[in-house]
């Protein structure tokens, strides 16, 4: 690729696939001088000297030794660069009802640190973004990881998250600030890290995640997460499919109960309204069974829990039959904390599909719980932003990369 110098974003496109280019050599071969840098990715002494010096002063790589002991006559020692190991080179970030999850990962891919911090289901947008850099900075500051050669971050947010070319959400739908969450997060965390970022629902970025850490020839999945709210994604074919808008997927809103309770999205009787962790527990005190978190719910042994629970699983089997029908997947996977502590929760859901579906055994889906906890939305995020799956192939790019800031 010629070195001369382009307009705009173009230029800064170039310059970051030639960042990418460099990282990627030193990810895969280890310590490499300039020169060897240069040969093993084909750009100029000129413009690997640029680089090199950009991603010194930003962190990413850092000077580790000499070719001295190696190189042969009189010459002048080069030095030799890796990848720094405390750079956060990748953020993923998965923004819940109730909660924020954190993954950082280096320019190996391999997570240097993650965690978690709560916040009420009331709480607006800006303070769940001033939650979330908080706990970016705590991590950072526990770990020693720095964020100077940040590459990309990943978001995940609630509710259905719309592409550009969709039609915008009214204001208060799927929760406070839903709007802020599609228009303000990504400039957000663009203004604190200097770094190309990409949102999307992070039930959708949670599929991707169970998809790639399960069966690798799985190629049709329907996946569905029950937390404080219920999504869902679809693997058709070996691609994570977004829909024409972005919307594909998203069981939590499709109605179960004509007529029954309503719904954060405005509509009555959404499946959320009844598979949704606050709606079983509700369920419970409503019929006068004393349990009052997540872990009370799965461990019960009142018969009226296990009721509200497979009630819940019977509506999800009604829902999930109906995809099921017409999308014939190969595998139905159901994530979320209340799936791995509830078994009957897959039990009970797998036996309302099988009734759903057609009198024959090759009709029904295998089921399982996810394998991943309930961070898989921000694990996710890293594995959009590595975009190293087949899963992404179709998938669309994210906003225009730029440079690393000056």
Partial sequence: ??????????????????????????????????????????????????????????????????????RAG????????????????????????????????????????????????????????????????????ERGVHFRALQGIGIGVTGPHPRSSAPHAPEGAFGPGFAAARDDVDVSFAERFGAPVMVDNNTRLAALAEALAGDASAENVLYVRLSDGVGGALVIGGRLVPGATGLAGELGHVTVVPGGGRCRCGKDGCLETVASVP?????????????????????????????????????????????????????????????????????????????????????????????LADDDGATGALAALFRSSPLLADYPEPAPIRALPA
């Fill in 1 to 70: 690729m010629s070195d001369m110098r382009l307009p705009g974003e173009a230029h800064a496109l170039v310059r970051h696939t030639h960042q990418e280019r460099v990282l990627r050599a030193l990810r895969e071969r280890g310590a490499l001088s300039r020169g060897e840098i240069a040969r093993a990715v084909g750009l100029s002494r000129t413009t690997i000297s640029e680089i090199t010096r950009d991603l010194l002063r930003h962190g990413a790589v850092v000077v580790v030794d000499t070719d001295a002991a190696s």
């Fill in 279 to 371: 709606a079983m527990l509700a369920a419970c005190r409503q019929r006068g069974a004393d349990v009052g978190s997540l872990d009370e719910l799965a461990s019960s042994t009142d018969p009226v829990v296990e009721e509200v629970l497979r009630d819940a699983a019977r509506a999800l089997g009604r829902a999930v039959g109906v995809v099921a029908m017409v999308f014939n997947p190969a595998e139905v996977v159901i994530g979320g904390d209340i799936a791995r502590l509830a078994p009957v929760i897959v039990e009970q859901t797998s036996d309302t599909v099988g009734a759903e579906l057609f009198p024959w055994v090759a009709a029904k889906p295998a089921f399982r719980c996810a394998r």
């Fill in 74 to 141: 009189s010459g002048r020692p080069a030095e030799r660069l890796a990848l720094d190991p405390n750079s956060g080179q990748f953020l993923g970030v998965d923004f819940g009802h109730r909660r924020v999850r954190v993954a950082i990962a280096d320019a190996a891919h391999e997570v240097l640190a993650s965690g978690r911090q709560t916040y009420d289901d009331s709480t607006g947008w800006p303070e769940r973004i001033e939650t979330a850099f908080a706990l970016i900075d705590r991590l950072g500051a």
